[in-house]
């Protein structure tokens, strides 16, 4: 049995697409242009960020293209003035709260939609000290802008480890280990795909990190070296 085909509009190009298939899919198929921070090829779209809406039948409220799936006859605007001053306003909040130094992607965005970076200057921000617990890379969630995607990729989407957690809620929320443990003590096999998916340097390889704080080669080699078992130091 072939898949119900539907057609909408999108930013006044119609497109046919299997039903079922979300706005961000069928936009891309368009060639058009909608940013993301939560969203990754490698994991579950889960609306998060917010910085996907897009203006439906211009309802009341925005729809995240991430998880919003497309509807027959529906007229979506991507960049309208009411979706560029949300993302504009999730920007300004997101660079008043994280430090977005080393998110040059993010970054990018910011000067698109031509955010204030100065909009918000009482906010409290997001400070965190660098874990540097193990051999093989560093956090600083102190850039970390709470997209899960680590820790999607550590559960279900990818490692099966769940290593990687959320702890507290709300403005307090932030990825961690369960019950806080050091990596070395936690499931953590080191398979590095939390770092491939981090959009910003919150997860960044120990070897990288050490070039930037300017530290030799070997003081490098010996900070990645992982200690060895008591067992197979005994042996």
Not at 19 to 48: F, M, W
Not at 226 to 234: H, L, Y
């Amino acid at each position: 049995m072939s898949e119900k085909m539907i057609t909408l509009t999108i930013d006044g190009q119609s497109i046919t697409v299997p039903e079922g298939t979300s706005i961000l899919a069928a936009a891309r198929q368009a060639d058009k242009d909608i940013p993301v921070i939560c969203y990754h090829d490698a994991t579950t779209p889960n609306g998060l960020c917010r910085l996907c809406v897009v203006d439906v039948n211009q309802g009341r409220v925005l729809q995240p293209a991430c998880v919003a799936q497309c509807q027959d006859g529906a007229v979506v605007e991507t960049r309208n003035e009411r979706v560029e001053r949300s993302r504009r306003t999730i920007l300004e909040m997101l660079d008043s709260a994280v430090d977005l130094g080393q998110a040059p992607e993010i970054q990018t965005l910011i000067h698109d939609y031509q955010a204030a970076p100065d909009r918000f200057p009482d906010a409290k921000r997001r400070d965190h000290s660098e874990l540097d617990d193990n051999p093989f890379y560093v956090r600083d969630y102190s850039q970390c802008v709470l997209c899960w995607r680590c820790v999607q990729v550590c559960g279900e989407d990818a490692q099966y480890t769940f290593a990687l957690t959320l702890g507290e809620r709300g403005f307090n929320t932030h990825v961690t280990t369960l019950f806080d443990i050091g990596l070395l003590e936690s499931p953590c096999v080191f398979c590095g795909q939390c770092v491939g998916v981090c959009p910003t340097g919150a997860l960044k390889p120990k070897v990288e990190w050490g070039m930037e704080q300017g530290f030799s080669a070997d003081e490098i080699r010996q900070m990645t070296r992982r200690p060895r078992r008591k067992a197979d130091s005994e042996a």
